[in-house]
């Protein structure tokens, strides 16, 4: 559940992102000769690099635990 809400999340992100930039290409066309990069390159920042740790993974839970969520986190091994 908690990579789907991740998930969902980043889609808004990005199209949130993807808006701001085509906004920003109609407003600096003819204004710039630079431009901006192309979108792809802001769109890499916003996505994750690799795996999470399991500090962020247990991080992530007890944030979850504390705002209501009921769950049990134990230290398994």
Do not use: N
Not at 20 to 28: E, G, K, N, P, V
């Amino acid at each position: 559940m908690i990579e789907g809400v991740g998930r969902r999340r980043t889609r808004e992100a990005e199209a949130q992102l993807t808006l701001a930039w085509q906004t920003a290409a109609f407003t600096l066309m003819g204004q710039t000769t630079a431009g901006l990069k192309p979108l792809d390159h802001y769109l890499a920042r916003s996505r994750p690099r690799g795996k999470a740790t399991p500090k962020q993974m247990l991080s992530v839970l007890q944030d979850a635990a504390s705002r209501g969520m009921p769950m049990t986190i134990r230290k398994v091994g």
